[in-house]
């Protein structure tokens, strides 16, 4: 008991339990209350502050995240007491940024597994595997198969940090029972060569499974999954476009599941497209006005997208679906290889909804490939949203071009992860494209002082203010799906 996290109570076991567990004499005498317990490891959390002032900032988030893990693997009801009551100071420590940093040095910050991995190995095994996870009941599942973490590309194995900090999320927001939550790595392989030629990288060294080989392992774990607990959520994370949108179409009817990056993404970033359009003093109706440039066409871009316009398609005003018609194109998308136009060869159908036309009816003189400052010039938007994983790439030439948008409060959204991957800072919006600026960014940045002393907000757009609801809300009402409608209502209300 005294080595299992979700029973031990460490020093908290009052004489009574020692004596009925077999505890007496295998712990010290002295009986200390919760809240002494809990002071005792705020005050380690500052000493640790105090020690590292002057490290690089990487050293002090590891050093913070370490401690912060020994306490989960010590004492689960500790751990979740001090990260509900201090969320706001531990979630770039337990979620983005650092999380990514975990996951990129995991293999060796390794100490005790937490959650299931399934491996290309595991073909077969995994329906008898599931049984292997010690808890009865099993409510809310994260998993990953690491090819995509965060900005920070394919982790393979290592990604499982996501799984794990997500689940956090859903345990200090949301209240979901701790004990009922289990993180998921399902490890295919990975195309990172550096992991793999990494001595003590801990998943699969074998190139990732492809096509019908990589389904059929994800395939078996979904069943294995239903089989043992058929009401358990299954959130998808961090899987590479392809296999986000396959796997989203492939089990979304079948299995109450839904992919955060996708969907997720999507309801936080509408419910800020709707703030800016409030923010501009503006009716809410006035959204299917606004004219927004998306730079990223990956799985979250292309989610935002589909859910912004149909959320345009609903608007009051808008008295009918498909009133505006498909025609009616308020968005402008860049990839790596700049503007989206239909004359793109090989566009995947999903991106081409929202490729520019350049027909009669569009009035700026853009081309295909135009680069984001052109595209910003000429389109002088109300909104760019950054989903591209490109550190920077809204730079001092784009915010100053922003400061021509048609709007009075023009929107930034900075939002991928981890922070080295944000497209620009508050500062630099602030600074360049004025201090009416909104901005909002997936990792979290400090506010900025305006020149007149106000606050500039760093505010956060990240799906973690959305999933929980979206979890709990399918937990309790037993939806045997996770429909685009819950999406909208979380975004909307
Ligand atoms: N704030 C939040 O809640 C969320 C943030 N994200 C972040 O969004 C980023 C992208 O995620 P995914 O869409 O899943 O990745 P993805 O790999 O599917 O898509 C990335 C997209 O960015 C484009 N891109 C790459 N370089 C570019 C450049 N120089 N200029 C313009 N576009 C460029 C690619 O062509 C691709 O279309 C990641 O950094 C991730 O952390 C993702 C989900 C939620
Ligand atoms: C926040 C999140 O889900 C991501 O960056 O992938
Ligand atoms: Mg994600």
Known sequence: ILHDPWYNKDTAFPLTERDRLGLRGLLPPRVMSFEQQYERFINSYHSLEHNTQGEPDSVVSLAKWRILNRLHDRNETLYYRVLIDNIKDFAPIIYTPTVGLVCENYSGLFRRPRGMYFSAKDKGEMMSMIYNWPAEKVDMIVVTDGSRILGLGDLGVQGIGIPIGKLDVYVAAAGINPQKVLPIMLDVGTNNEELLEDKLYLGLRQPRLEGEEYLAVVDEFMEAVHARWP???????????????????????????????????????????????????????????????????????????????????????????????????????????????????????????????????????????????????????????????????????????????????????????????????????????????????????????????????????????????????????????????????????
């Open 231 to 493: 009401k358990a959520i299954v959130q998808f994370e961090d899987f590479q476009m392809k296999w986000a949108f396959e796997t989203l179409q492939r089990y979304r009817s079948r299995f109450c599941m839904f992919n955060d990056d996708v969907q997720g993404t999507a309801g936080v970033a509408l419910a800020g497209l709707l703030g800016a359009v409030r923010a501009q003093g503006r009716p809410l109706a006035d959204f299917t006005k606004q004219k927004i440039v998306v730079v990223g066409a990956g799985s979250a871009g292309i989610g935002v997208l589909n859910m912004a316009k149909h959320a345009m398609l609903r608007m009051p005003g808008t008295h009918k679906i498909g009133e505006l018609g498909e025609g009616h194109n308020q968005f402008w998308v860049l990839d790596k290889d700049g503007l989206i136009t239909k004359s793109r060869k090989d566009l995947d159908p999903a991106v081409a909804r929202f490729a520019r036309g350049y027909g009669p009816e569009e009035v700026e003189d853009l081309h295909e490939g135009a680069s984001l400052v052109e595209v910003v010039k000429k389109v002088k938007p109300h909104v760019l949203l950054g989903l591209s994983g490109v550190g920077g790439i809204f730079n001092e030439e784009v915010l100053k071009a922003m400061k021509e948008s048609d709007s009075p409060c023009p929107a930034i959204f900075a939002m991928s992860n981890p922070t080295t991957k944000a497209e620009c800072t508050p500062e630099d919006v602030f600074k360049h494209v004025g201090e009416n600026a909104v901005f909002a960014s997936g990792s979290p940045f400090s506010n900025v002082t305006l020149s007149n002393g106000r606050k500039g907000y760093a505010n956060q757009a990240n799906n973690m203010y959305l999933f929980p609801g979206i979890g709990l809300g399918a937990l309790l009402s037993g939806a045997r799906h996770i429909s685009d409608g819950m999406l909208h209502a979380a975004a909307e209300w």
